[in-house]
């Protein structure tokens, strides 16, 4: 205790996060996924750990993507998905190829927007709560990494400009997340 003394200046009350990030106010889904993705591009340039920057990727989807009750990654081993880093309630686990929302992107290596889950074939309802979904698979080269996967409450949350924008963010990044 030698080291503390009276005239010691006080401690900083706040410290400036590393990473501060915020979406534009703007309800245009164009400018929404720009932003994510240049935020996505920032966080994860230069670092070489794919699930560092896959939950990274993650955090900023929840905090920029409005309406969702999950967004996180399944990652491909040894032919399964594999749940990675994710932001919502407690999830599947294990997928296997071709079951499912991710198992059908995976195995086609296609986006799938559905508008209705419960009237997909063999949607898996991890969460009772979802009602739509967009899957994009992850694939870097002729490598499939895994999938990027979110899930909404909100029927037909997904359309074409988030097919848009979540496949850019995917090309953009896929290098560094496998």
């Given at each position: 205790?030698?080291?503390?003394?009276?005239?010691?200046?006080?401690?900083?009350?706040?410290?400036?996060?590393?990473?501060?990030?915020?979406?534009?106010?703007?309800?245009?889904?164009?400018?929404?996924?720009?932003?994510?993705?240049?935020?996505a591009d920032?966080?994860?340039?230069?670092?070489?750990?794919?699930?560092?920057?896959?939950?990274?990727?993650?955090?900023?989807?929840?905090?920029?993507?409005?309406?969702?009750?999950?967004?996180?990654?399944?990652?491909?081993?040894?032919?399964e998905l594999?749940?990675?880093?994710?932001q919502g309630?407690?999830?599947?686990?294990?997928?296997?190829?071709?079951?499912?929302?991710?198992?059908?992107?995976?195995?086609?290596?296609?986006?799938?927007?559905?508008?209705?889950?419960?009237?997909?074939?063999?949607?898996?309802?991890?969460?009772?709560?979802?009602?739509?979904?967009?899957?994009?698979?992850?694939?870097?080269?002729?490598?499939?990494?895994?999938?990027?996967?979110?899930?909404?409450?909100?029927?037909?949350?997904?359309?074409?400009?988030?097919?848009?924008?979540?496949?850019?963010?995917?090309?953009?990044?896929?290098?560094?997340?496998?």
């Open positions: 205790m030698d080291n503390l003394k009276d005239d010691a200046p006080p401690a900083r009350a706040y410290i400036r996060p590393m990473y501060d990030f915020a979406p534009a106010d703007s309800a245009d889904k164009a400018t929404l996924h720009a932003d994510l993705i240049a935020a920032a966080i994860t340039a230069g670092e070489a750990d794919a699930v560092a920057n896959m939950a990274n990727v993650a955090a900023l989807i929840w905090q920029f993507l409005p309406d969702l009750n999950w967004a996180g990654f399944y990652r491909m081993v040894d032919g594999v749940l990675g880093p994710f309630k407690a999830a599947c686990i294990r997928i296997p190829l071709g079951r499912g929302v991710c198992g059908t992107a995976a195995a086609t290596r296609a986006t799938q927007l559905v508008a209705d889950v419960h009237v997909f074939p063999g949607h898996i309802a991890c969460d009772a709560a979802s009602a739509s979904e967009i899957v994009v698979p992850v694939v870097d080269g002729e490598r499939l990494i895994g999938v990027l996967d979110l899930d909404s409450p909100v029927a037909a949350r997904f359309d074409e400009a988030d097919r848009e924008g979540l496949e850019a963010l995917v090309a953009r990044i896929a290098g560094r997340l496998g």
